[in-house]
């Protein structure tokens, strides 16, 4: 390390490894650099394997599950409270329903809305269908805009941006079933000789 006492090392993915990685560092860890502080992260790691019985044993393991949806009520309540604004309970269900449990998706669509309602410090119901759910359903409208135009380049960016964000894979494939869906049936009402505006309705 430069400048300091010790050097951070961050790897990603460990659970992606193959087994010769979690070999080597297993092999590390018995003599590990004693300036050197090793971060390991995973999405999830099977306990009974013998890599993770190993860095039970050599390590510090820490894990971070996912909150549930009254824990992620809590969570989110006490970052508008933190910040002097106050959110009624059905709107509060509504903002969970909406953003889902990614922590970052959520903490973006917490801090729009206290944006939105900086001068009432009160988040409504209607707030949350205005800022939250619209937002979400323009991100999704353009990954499927880009999807009907045959637009390779983009829609890989566009799903890459909303994966970032913290949108979950199954909702950006139910809401893609649901475009297509719409299509299949708007094209069979149109073949049936409805006219366009009763499809629309």
């Known amino acids: 390390p430069m400048m300091s006492a010790r050097r ?10 193959p087994a010769a990685g ?7 860890c018995g003599a590990p650099q004693q300036r050197t502080v090793l971060v390991l992260a995973a999405a999830e790691l099977d306990r009974r394997a013998p890599f993770y019985k190993c860095m039970a044993e050599q390590a510090c393991v820490v894990e971070f599950p996912k909150l549930k949806e009254a824990a992620l009520e809590r969570w989110a309540e006490s970052c508008f409270s933190r910040s002097g604004f106050h959110i009624a309970p059905p709107a509060l269900r509504k903002l969970i329903d909406f953003a889902g449990s990614n922590l970052l998706s959520l903490a973006n669509e917490i801090e729009k809305l206290a944006l939105h309602s900086v001068r009432s410090k009160e988040i409504k119901e209607a707030d949350v269908d205005a800022l939250v759910l619209a937002s979400r359903q323009h991100r999704i409208f353009e990954l499927t805009g880009a999807l009907g135009r045959r637009d390779r380049r983009l829609t890989l960016r566009i799903l890459a941006n909303l994966l970032e964000a913290g949108e979950e894979p199954l909702y950006i494939l139910s809401m893609l079933a649901r475009h297509y869906r719409q299509i299949i049936i708007s094209k069979e009402l149109l073949a049936a000789g409805r006219h366009v505006r009763d499809i629309a309705m």
Do not use: G
């Not at 951070?8 to 490894?17: I, N």
């Not at 979690?22 to 590390?28: D, F, L, M, P």
């Open 22 to 28: 979690h070999e080597a560092i297993v092999a590390y």
């Open 8 to 17: 951070l090392v961050l790897v990603t993915q460990v659970d992606k490894l």
